[in-house]
């Protein structure tokens, strides 16, 4: 624990430090993010504070290359790739054709490295879930705050289910933990700087590989990270299908997920708040059960759709996936 401490600690301060470097250097005119058909804000706000998290995962993995060579050079080659990718979006805009490229190859290089034994099949679907977990992970990342503790709430909510991962996937969580902790200090409600594409693809892909890493070595089944993960990719999930059964036009930007729709009515602090609440009190104790009583898929599985009942009802009551009717905004974040 005491190493564990100073990783998260050290992460924490270097962080601090990187942010702060950070918000200086891109609070200039041209790298504001104004207020567009997708954003919730409506300031102009400096972006690419994700640049913080992803200098210290990469260096992070490079140092560790060493002990897992395939492994986390691989991870290094995907993570570095989106982040580039996500930069040159954030500064000047990129094509759809060619993040989806790239987003493909990196996808395929996590796989590659992880060396899964699962048939083709398994792994085809797992290639295009961890491209969607990078997309919705940009989706989401919409409001103050949220895309953080969804990364925070996985990392301790990991640790906590296996009483303390080893070895380095372990550290790579407490470095994760503490690096986003010293983000959302300056990315909390109201907001000094947004995460960015450079960011928000990174930690999508970052938790995918992680959760499949320690499916891997049988430290976590893959449902408890699901279930971790749960209000993100279910609220994107829902809201794509309602959108294209609507036969909307589903690739267009827009702010109809079940979590904007909320911070619209209640502000980002609030809804935020809520979500962290909602992963202390709900997410966190299914995901132990999950652990501790379910050891079967079926079980497993049922404890799943169990824990998005909520979530569902939510949505459906909110009409995720259906363009809002316009409403005062109580948070400029």
Known sequence: ?????????????????LMWGVLHLVSQPGLLAHPNARSSHSQPTPTMGGVAI?????????????????LAWSLFGALAALALVGLW????????????????????????GLQLDLTWFWLAVIWVSLMWLINLYNFMDGIDGLAACQTLVFCL???????GVPGWSGDLLWLLGGVTLAFCGFNWPPAKIFMGDVGSGFLGLLLGALSLYVWQSFAL???????????????ATYT?????????EFTQAHRSHMYQQLAQRKGHLWTTTAFLIFSLCWLMPMAWLTVEFAH????????????VLPLAVLCWRL?????????????DG
């Open 1 to 17: 624990m005491v190493s564990a401490a100073i990783i998260f600690l050290g992460a924490l301060s270097v962080g601090g430090l």
């Open 54 to 70: 992803v200098v210290l995962v990469l260096a992070y993995l490079a140092w560790v290359a060493g002990s897992q060579p395939q």
């Open 89 to 112: 979006d954030d500064l000047a805009g990129l094509s759809a054709q060619l993040r989806l490229l790239v987003h493909a190859g990196a996808a395929a290089l996590v796989l590659w």
């Open 157 to 163: 909510g990991v640790h906590w289910l296996t009483v």
């Open 221 to 235: 089944p893959l449902v408890a990270s699901l279930i971790l993960l749960a209000v993100f990719w279910f609220d």
């Open 240 to 248: 794509l299908c309602v959108r294209i059964g609507s036969l909307q």
């Open 296 to 307: 079967t898929l079926f079980a497993q599985v049922g404890i799943l759709l169990l824990t």
């Open 319 to 331: 009409g995720a996936g259906i363009a809002p009717h316009a409403h005062p905004s109580p948070s």
